[in-house]
């Protein structure tokens, strides 16, 4: 088994500490090293046995050959493309730049990478196991024709205000940050759509317009469904538990739960091992909770004690980087959701009117 040595760009992103978590139970693979030009660098490497190193010192380091990239958002595809030239394979979290043209510039990067080396972005809600059995029961028919799709996502209550939400340099906010999540996940499953109609608005009697509240209702126009998506930054349950996604076909329904990862399908007579009406299917009850207690001294927002969505990421990347598999979470679609969210807050400048998505 090929030994895969990882460092870390980056260290001020919550999910750092998720990856590296979830990496050091995969069998042959170590965690380093770290660079940031962050003050608390140290503590972070302290924590997770890893040494502190410069960025230069990081990717001259032949025995390292895969880096995760948890800077913000700006900083997110130089650090990559720095370390695709150092020939090593990266995840960039998600949404893997600030803008659309930062996204252009990685997916052009990895066209031109060294053969073997791995491009993946940090989109993990579409690897929960409720989403992934949810695809294959579409793909395979289970419920018929799908007709229409109704989502919803949401940022934790107070999250609009934080500075990880209000980068300057990032074309949007919690839309933007957070919502980048649940359109990945109909990206994943459902393509990318040809128009959008958006409306994304601030509740003013709740934020002002320093702030990047992004509450939004948005159509996502398919030639064959009818899809929509509402997002708000007023949350006051677990981050993901009120996030949904309901798919109506000609046969029966699925709705899709997130974490706690849930999935309900109604099937109008016996199909394919499913017997007729509701199944339903849970995996927890938050044991363990989303978010750790205690306090996280290297970011803004909470550690996270539940990361069962972050096995299935790292186990594909490092799959990917071992034996070619396909990259469970690829620039394509990244790029995808970066114009999505660019044509709503377009839309949303000429009052909803409807926006073509580019595509490749």
Not at 121 to 137: C, D, F, M, P, T
Not at 169 to 177: E, R, T
Not at 264 to 288: C, I, L, M, N
Request: charge should be negative; include cysteine.
């Amino acid at each position: 088994m090929e030994p895969i040595v990882v460092g870390l760009l980056g260290i001020t992103h919550p999910h750092a500490s998720a990856r590296v978590r979830a990496l050091r139970e995969i069998e042959g693979v170590e965690v380093v090293a770290a660079a940031d030009d962050d003050p608390r660098l140290k503590y972070f490497t302290d924590k997770y046995d890893m040494e502190p190193r410069t960025i230069d010192a990081l990717l001259q380091d032949e025995r390292i050959n895969a880096v995760m990239v948890h800077s913000k958002s700006k900083d997110m595809v130089p650090h990559a493309l720095r370390a695709l030239a150092a020939g090593k394979s990266v995840v960039v979290e998600k949404p893997g730049g600030g803008t659309v043209e930062d996204l252009v510039q990685l997916a052009e990067a990895e066209s031109k990478a060294a053969p073997g080396l791995v491009v993946q972005v940090g989109y993990n809600v579409r690897l929960a196991q409720s989403i992934a059995e949810a695809k294959k029961l579409i793909e395979d028919g289970v419920i018929g024709e799908v007709v229409s799709v109704s989502a919803r996502g949401a940022a934790l209550v107070g999250e609009h205000l934080t500075a990880h939400l209000n980068q300057p340099a990032d074309m949007g906010g919690a839309l933007w940050i957070i919502g980048c999540h649940m359109l990945d996940s109909l990206v994943h499953m459902f393509g990318a759509p040809d128009t959008v109609n958006a409306r994304v608005h601030k509740s003013g009697r709740l934020s002002d317009e320093s702030s990047r509240e992004d509450s939004a209702a948005v159509l996502l126009n398919y030639p064959d469904k009818s899809v929509t998506f509402s997002f708000d930054g007023h949350d006051h349950l677990e981050w993901f538990e009120s996030s949904r996604i309901s798919v109506y076909g000609t046969g029966g329904m699925l709705e899709i739960g997130i974490l706690p990862q849930k999935l309900r399908v109604y099937v109008d007579q016996d199909r394919a091992g499913w017997r007729a009406g509701w199944t339903e299917w849970t995996q927890s009850y938050f044991t363990p909770p989303f978010a750790r207690t205690e306090l996280n001294k290297f970011s803004e927002l909470p550690e996270l004690e539940n990361i069962s969505n972050f096995h299935p990421e790292m186990r594909g990347w490092i799959n990917s980087i071992r034996t070619g598999a396909p990259v469970v979470a690829p620039v394509a679609d990244a790029l995808a959701v970066a114009r999505i969210v660019d044509a709503c807050y377009r839309s949303e400048k000429e009052q909803g009117a409807s926006m073509e998505v580019e595509t490749a």
